[in-house]
């Protein structure tokens, strides 16, 4: 596959699952608005368990299947926008490194929560999973209620002040421009031990919440220069940042992560709580990376 035909792409899986479809559906809409190419791409293995042993006999055969699909889904997204560049492959393998080789150099890599997979009722499949581990570009994962677009207004971007966070603020940003959404940016933070300046005392803590407002003002301010017409609210709570980020996303119609945050360890490809929101927030979820983890 060349990577060239989905550089400055939004890439999406197809399997035909009722939750790829409102991915694809997602991907068309932002592919529109941003007036890029849409490259479909669908991966198939004549070993799948998916198929039925036995259903499909050759590999010319499942090629044929596959690219009915792909026409299908090619309808689909031009019913978005029938003016819209879409791109089809059809690869021979597995999906997850098919997606994660197109990857490099897309706008976004977008897939469903789970597919038509034997496991398919789990909140996340495993090429999901495997995707937004190992992606070279942003990964955006849409799940069974959250394909259509909601009325809400909201845009919702969590920071902690890591790099990845960074990046996820300026992507939030601009999906709230592009929406004419409101931009909300929750910093939530829990007591992880003595020092944490969330167990101080009040002084303590707004000398805390001074510090981080003074580490994202540059940011916000960058990007409010850059859209302003957008909205900004900037909330830091005290309260756990997965359980706090799933209820505000309730309300939201996308929410923006960085792959991980300030915790962990080198080479963690996704951190606790954005493992934690993959598959179970309302809406989609956008998962940033900084480049220098896209390259590991």
Request: glycine residues 10%; charged residues 20%; proline residues 4%.
């Amino acid at each position: 596959m060349d990577l060239l035909t989905t550089r400055g792409s939004i890439v999406v899986g197809v399997d035909g699952s009722a939750i790829n479809n409102a991915a694809l559906d997602w991907a068309a809409r932002r592919a529109s608005t941003r007036r890029v190419p849409l490259v479909l791409i669908h991966a198939f293995s004549a070993d799948l368990p998916m198929l039925g042993f036995g259903s499909l006999d050759s590999d010319d055969a499942i090629r044929t299947s596959s690219e009915r699909l792909l026409a299908t889904a090619a309808t689909r997204a031009h019913a978005v926008d029938p003016s819209l560049d879409v791109v089809t492959a059809c690869v021979s393998g597995f999906a997850a490194p098919a997606l994660i080789r197109a990857s490099a150099g897309a706008v976004y890599t977008v897939v469903g929560s789970v597919g038509h997979g034997l496991l398919a009722n789990l909140s996340l499949g495993a090429v999901t999973g495997q995707v937004a581990s190992y992606a070279k570009s942003p990964v955006v994962i849409v799940g069974r209620d959250n394909g259509l677009t909601t009325p809400y207004g909201r845009v919702l971007v969590g920071v902690d002040g890591s790099s990845n966070s960074v990046i996820a603020l300026r992507e939030a940003f601009e999906h709230a421009a592009l929406r004419g959404a409101q931009l909300d940016v929750l910093t939530a933070w829990q007591p992880r031990g003595r020092k944490d300046p969330s167990l101080s005392t009040g002084s303590q803590w707004e000398r805390y919440v001074e510090t981080f407002e003074g580490l994202v003002s540059s940011e916000l301010t960058s990007g409010a220069a850059a859209h302003p017409e957008v909205k900004v609210n900037h909330d830091i709570v005290r309260a756990d940042p997965l359980r706090t980020l799933l209820e505000r996303s309730r309300s939201a119609d996308l929410l923006a992560v960085g792959n991980r945050g300030v915790g962990g360890f080198e080479g963690l490809h996704i951190g606790s709580v954005t493992r934690g929101l993959m598959g179970h927030t309302p809406c989609p979820l956008l998962i940033a990376r900084a480049p220098e983890t896209a390259k590991s």
